[in-house]
């Protein structure tokens, strides 16, 4: 029934006060429906003046001087909150003076129930207040906009619970509730009903807007986006752009490509085609491959007759089925010329074209391969004391684990920037960060996706857990969270914990089923409902994960994660980061234990992240994968003993025997298992692969460069498949040189007795007589053979310069990585390069005495890895295989027999070069695709218990990273300098760092920036409005002296109460100089709480950093949206850093962005620069030393490109596979460029060094390449196929059993490479 029967003007609705509900409750006021009563009290006429205007002072009122009072105070709470917007303190102020004075209060107001108070009177209980849709929208749009800097909110949050209309503004206010709600129940029915009470009239004066020009309503930029200026529209994201150039799917360049390439391939396969049908009309005579054509149908030696092959290597084919060696060519000529000449300098005549550099250096190698064969001991006693001096460096070994100090360059800008941030403000607060969902195994939901976490049972199970971590304590030390969580208010006051249980008070005693859902959406809806203990706003974006939405309405209560963030302080002392680091771990173990048990007994799943867990799963990694180190050395062990010792040829361990009938039978072969065997000398290829890695680690320590896991890591199975490739091509050669020359080669005499010729290839085109033996080296080959020693030599001579190519290529690309400014990276390309280098100097020197030695002891037959032992020499038999018809490898066969000439065919290399080409341009394409980044879980254990928390936090978390923006080099105690800061007054400029900060908020998409920015110099300057006499106060008697918050109200006046000039909205009369530094110092001292919400203690202590010459810096807070992506965060970045730049530009003062991830993400701005550079830079280097050391700019040219070729098929199919862009990818990218030149390095010094069949001025000379080709692929492809190759795959391959997805990454390169 309503209490106020008569609504018309002049009648009043409520008047006076009649007691509380209990003894300390606010008045309630009294119904009241006669008439108002006039103001006759000079004392209340000012009061009522000074609180609600003139207007209202000058008329009858409905209300009493105590209740002025009471709005006053009311008014007080707000006005530190919403003074900064004149129009929204003006319609607060209005609203609610008119609805307790105004003379027409029957009119708009309907006492709806009324209540006994304690002392007995009837009181208001509810009422209705009906306010017109106009005046309401009006009123609620000067407000929504205003900004409340310490919370990085909205007042709205505070004084309008965030209603996202006006209505539920106006309702949340009316709610009865203590604090800025009202006493009572105010109720704000519709007022488009045709139902209204009789006489009603909704209230609708005209509600003053934000921006209108009268200075009394006008509000700044930062709370009234009407009146900003207009930014310079933003330049498009840096990535992730999409092509603006597009036919149908593909861009531009992959169409332009695609079209010329099937033009090529289309032209070259026609005329090829017109070409045969050309030939096919005409008759031509085919020229053979031998310089006299009677002699194709010639009688051969033995009597029968002969014809040479069509295919290519027709002339190393016709004698002995393809099974000689194209190598007895150089050795014929060498040995042509005399003992002298031919065994002591044998090189000048090695190479039918003679180049100087290439002489010198195959006469270096020889001279050194005989110094090492002819003093095998003194030159391992000589390496090893090199390597013991280098290996002296281990005693400066240091491992860094810091992620910054390895992963951000120390030239870094932002790493400098972090630097300066953590000296003048601090180190960034450690997170402790945990998501608790629904376990999956334990998950009922019908779809199959993740149940909503939030339950009565959940969380009653997840108090307890929060209540242990509370009570948690540390080992050795004891410490608790107490004793490291930050305290904004300083010592004694609360921690910063975020979590859903302080919307509870970690007590859920008081709620019941439904109880605790309306709880939930209460404080999810009006965050500052229920302030945690530390006092500040807990919006559900910090503390609920994967919310979803319907119809733009977040529905909190199907909430998929839970997110529970422990803050603890940083600081630069080391002490106190040992104290958190303490009890970090013993939160993390605690976590650890709880993930075990919580599924089981409460269906739930955690994913959690400590301050230390990050360096400790890093450092984890390499302390796991010792085995897979282990078991790669023992697989290449087992391939290289087994290859090295013949056992996949006929000659090695079995052989091919045949009897009376005819028939073959294979048989062991013990002689080759126990003496043939090459363990011995495969494991000392091995550990000279550990010692180059030791050596190199020794030698880097020395000069200061700090090992990394990637170093421990990666290394180890690097070096190794580089590092075999060597022993391979060495000892492949020197059983070639044993086959010719060595004491069981076959027999240098014709079935007449005389000295066959070794040769047939005349040395010029002058000179075409056959080349003999001289006697001297007839006498030699006949009593044995060459010596070991000479053969060895030989071998480094025929192989050194390939090893030598091969190294310097390899060593430079590596060494090429040390450009990438990040210091893992560095160091790794380092120790990589010192390790490639060494091992080569090591298998050049040591190596090689070591194959003398081995050498030595199969001729004596004495059992490998047991040389105590001597097996008698076999008696030749019958059975045994004569040497002379020893047969090559399968390998072997395989490339001079079928590989070799199928591949030179002219189709097939047509055919080659088109498929080539077709990935060529598919890689282009490709790249396009490829993106920036580095996954943090590519850097860590797969099973590490952060995997799941990162993919967590792309899940779930809400909110994004804060960052500041650091202004330094502005003098803020001058006017000029506070308008370059400030944004609420009228004459801070347009674009000033808080007017821009708000202007790039608006757009998100660009800026990648959400939330209100807190500006410490505004709200400092509203602490000193003398208009909330609850701030800054000073004592009446010495204003000199400030009051602190205990002393009374009658001591005490507000600083700038009476001053000349006074406070006002221009700055005029803002303090500067000295007066400035007095009042700001105070201010970073007051305490943030409900009577001063502006103090800036709790939000601001930590913002500005001060000297005795006034503020050093000081930064504006603000965040990022939600970063889900690698793309996202550096575009957040990059984003951030044009920001500070244009603010920068237009107030002349230095400014600068700083974030937490803001030194990993650099890299990104430069990577795709530092890609081409480096890149560029390893093909051009291997094009000169190429080019140099084989003696054609030509063939350098071919190996570039087959090398470029591979760089690029390795970077399609980082498109493909998604593989991202970053210093890690490009240092596997030039380890490809490396590696790959080792492929083409041996085959192109081999075609460059083979000798040919013809001479030069017969008809076939044209098929010279395509012989020298022949002769390269089966000299050296089988030792490329089976030591380089085979090595690469098997040592690499062992990375798929790691741990670590980075090596995965980098093994998948590996094999990439390997198959191109």
Not at 116 to 132: H, M, N, P, Q, W
Not at 981 to 992: I, N
Not at 1018 to 1044: A, G, H, M, Y
Not at 1052 to 1077: A, S
């Amino acid at each position: 029934m309503s209490s106020t029967p008569h609504h018309q003007p002049g009648k009043c609705a409520i008047r006076g006060t009649c007691g509380s509900k209990g003894r300390w409750g606010p008045q309630l006021p009294c119904p009241y429906n006669g008439p108002p009563e006039e103001v006759t009290d000079n004392e209340f006429r000012s009061l009522l003046t000074s609180v609600c205007g003139p207007e209202i002072a000058e008329s009858a009122v409905c209300c009493t001087s105590e209740q002025v009072e009471t709005l006053q105070a009311n008014f007080q709470q707000a006005e530190s909150i919403i003074s900064t917007c004149p129009a929204c303190r003006n319609n607060f102020r209005s609203f609610y003076c008119t609805f307790t004075c105004s003379p027409d209060q029957s009119t708009f107001l309907d006492v709806t129930s009324t209540q006994t108070t304690s002392t007995g009177d009837v009181a208001v209980k509810s009422l209705d207040f009906y306010v017109a849709e106009k005046f309401g929208k009006g009123f609620y749009d000067s407000c929504k906009d205003v900004k409340f800097g310490a919370t990085n909110g909205y007042a709205m949050d505070l004084i309008g619970g965030g209603a996202k209309n006006w209505t539920g503004f106006l309702q949340y206010m009316g709610d009865e509730r203590p604090g800025l709600g009202s006493p009572f129940q105010i109720d704000y029915p519709p007022t488009y009903s045709s139902d209204l009470p009789n006489g009603v009239t909704p209230l609708n004066p005209p509600a003053r807007s934000c921006a209108d020009p009268d200075l009394g309503s006008r509000c700044a930029c930062v709370d009234c986006a009407d009146v900003c200026p207009a930014l310079p529209p933003p330049p498009p994201p840096p990535l992730g752009e999409p092509n603006t150039c597009n036919v149908g799917e593909l861009s531009c360049l992959s169409f332009i490509l695609v079209l010329a390439y099937s033009l090529a391939v289309f032209a070259f396969f026609s005329g090829y085609s017109w070409m045969r049908w050309k030939r096919k009309t005409r008759k031509y005579e085919r020229v053979p491959l031998s310089g006299d054509t009677s002699s194709v149908q010639a009688p051969s030696s033995n009597g029968s007759n002969h014809r040479h092959s069509r295919l290519i290597g027709a002339t190393s084919l016709s004698g002995h089925d393809g099974e000689d060696s194209t190598g007895g060519l150089s050795d014929s000529r060498i040995l042509g010329l005399g003992r002298g000449q031919s065994l002591l300098d044998p090189l000048e005549v090695l190479q039918p074209r003679h180049y100087r550099l290439n002489t010198f250096i195959r006469r270096s190698f020889y001279r050194l391969g005989r110094f090492c064969a002819k003093y095998p001991w003194v030159t391992l006693a000589m390496t090893a004391a090199f390597i013991g001096l280098l290996n002296f460096g281990w005693t400066q070994f240091q491992v860094e684990t810091d992620p910054v100090r390895l992963w951000v360059a120390k030239t870094s800008e932002t790493k400098a920037q972090k630097e300066f941030f953590d000296e003048k403000f601090g180190p960034f607060y450690r997170p402790q960060q945990i998501f608790v969902t629904s376990h999956p195994e334990h998950d009922n939901h019908p779809k199959g996706g993740v149940s909503p976490v939030l339950s009565l049972e959940h969380l009653k199970y997840w108090f307890k857990v929060e209540e242990e971590i509370r009570a948690l304590r540390s080992t050795p030390n004891g410490y608790g969270l107490e004793d490291v969580c930050f305290k904004p208010a300083g010592e004694g006051s609360p921690c910063v914990v975020q979590s859903i249980g302080a919307w509870f008070g970690y007590d859920l005693s008081r709620y019941d089923e439904d109880s605790w859902r309306e709880q939930v959406i209460a404080c999810a809806e009006r965050p500052s409902e229920c302030l945690p203990d530390y006092g500040q706003p807990l919006g559900p974006k910090y503390i609920l994960g994967g919310i979803p939405d319907t119809d733009d309405k977040k529905r909190w209560l199907d909430s998929k994660a839970l997110v529970v963030n422990y803050i603890l302080s940083n600081s630069n002392d080391p002490k106190e980061v040992a104290k958190a680091e303490e009890w970090e771990r013993a939160l993390r173990v605690y976590l650890a234990e709880q993930k075990k048990w919580v599924g089981v007994e409460a269906g739930l799943d955690i994913a959690y992240s400590t301050g230390v867990s990050l360096e400790e799963e890093l450092n984890a990694s390499t302390n796991t994968d010792f085995k897979i180190v282990a078991a790669s050395y023992v697989t290449m062990f087992l391939y290289v003993s087994i290859a090295l010792g013949g056992g996949f040829s006929n000659a090695g361990l079995w052989n091919a025997v045949g009897n009376q009938g005819g028939t073959w039978r294979s048989t062991l072969n013990l002689r080759g298992l126990f003496i043939g065997s090459k363990a011995m000398l495969g494991l000392f290829g091995i550990c000279l692969v550990l010692v180059s890695i030791s050596t190199s680690v020794g030698f880097f320590s020395m000069i200061g460069v700090k090992v990394t896991l990637i170093i421990a890591e990666v290394i180890p199975f690097l070096v190794l498949a580089v590092g075999v490739d060597n022993v391979f091509i060495l000892v492949h050669e020197l059983d070639r040189q044993n086959s010719l020359h060595g004491p069981k080669a076959a027999s240098n005499e014709d079935s007449n007795g005389n000295p066959n010729t070794l040769g047939t290839t005349p040395m010029s085109p002058s000179s075409q007589s056959h080349i003999t033996l001289d006697p001297d080296s007839q006498s030699m080959v006949r009593s044995g053979g060459l010596s070991p020693e000479e053969r060895v030599a030989r071998t480094l001579a025929k192989m050194g310069p390939s090893i030598l190519l091969s190294s310097i290529t390899e060593t430079v690309a590596f060494a090429l990585g040390a450009l990438v400014p990040m210091p893992a990276v560095r160091n790794f390309a380092l120790y990589a390069a010192g390790s490639v280098f060494l091992g080569a100097v090591l298998q050049v020197t040591a190596f090689v005495a070591a194959m003398t030695l081995d050498l030595r002891r199969e001729e004596d037959n004495r059992v490998d890895c047991l040389p105590c032992i001597k097996i008698p020499t076999k008696i030749a038999l019958p059975l045994d295989t004569p040497p002379s018809q020893r047969k090559h490898g399968v390998l072997s066969r395989f490339m001079r027999r079928y590989y070799a000439p199928f591949l030179l065919r002219p189709v097939v290399k047509g055919i080659v070069i088109a498929i080539f080409s077709g990935l060529f341009i598919a890689s282009i394409i490709s790249i396009q695709h490829i993106e920036l980044g580095l996954d943090q879980r590519l850097a860590l254990p797969s099973d590490s218990y952060l995997v799941p928390y990162f993919d967590a936090v792309d899940k779930y978390l809400e909110i994004g990273p804060p960052v500041y923006f650091v202004s330094t080099d502005v003098n803020v105690t001058t006017r000029t300098g506070q308008r370059h800061l400030c944004a609420r007054f009228t004459t801070c400029d347009d674009l000033s760092l808080a007017n821009t900060l708000e202007g790039e908020r608006k757009r998100t998409e660009s800026s990648f920036i959400a939330e209100p920015a807190a500006g410490w110099l505004d709200d400092f300057f509203q602490w000193l409005d003398p208009r909330i006499e609850s701030c800054c106060r000073v004592r009446k008697r010495d204003p000199t002296v400030f009051c602190n918050p205990r002393d009374s109200d009658r001591l005490c006046k507000p600083c700038f109460q009476d001053r000349k000039p006074e406070w006002n909205i221009t700055l005029h009369g803002m303090p500067e100089g000295e007066e400035f530094m007095r009042y700001l110092k105070q201010w970073l001292q007051s305490p943030t709480d409900e009577d001063c919400p502006l103090g800036g203690k709790a939000a601001y202590s930590t913002a500005l950093a001060l000297n005795d010459d006034g503020v050093v810096a000081s930064h504006y807070r603000t965040f990022h949206a939600p970063l889900k992506t690698q793309q996202d965060f550096i575009n957040a970045l990059a984003a951030a850093n044009r920001i500070a730049d244009d603010i920068s530009k237009r107030t002349g003062t230095t400014v600068f962005p700083y974030s937490l991830f803001y030194v990993f993400f650099e890299q990104y701005a430069h990577i795709v620069g530092i890609t081409q550079e480096i890149l560029g830079l390893g093909l051009a280097s291997v094009l000169l030393v190429t080019a140099v050391l084989l003696g054609s700019w030509r063939t350098g040219t071919i190996v570039t490109s087959v090398v470029a070729l591979t760089v690029v098929n390795v970077m399609g199919v980082m498109g493909i596979w998604g593989i991202w862009l970053n210093a890690l990818s490009l240092v596997n990218l030039v380890i490809s460029l490396g590696i790959a030149v080792e492929f083409c390095s041996h085959i192109a010094r081999a075609f460059m060094s083979a000798g040919v069949g013809l001479p030069v001025d017969h008809a076939a000379s044209g098929k010279d390449r395509d012989e020298r080709v022949w002769m390269a692929l089966g000299d050296v492809g089988p030792s490329v196929l089976s030591g380089i190759t085979f090595t690469k795959l098997i040592g690499i391959s062992v990375l798929a059993m790691t741990r670590s997805k980075l090596l995965e990454v980098s093994s998948t390169a590996y094999h990439i490479l390997s198959t191109n």
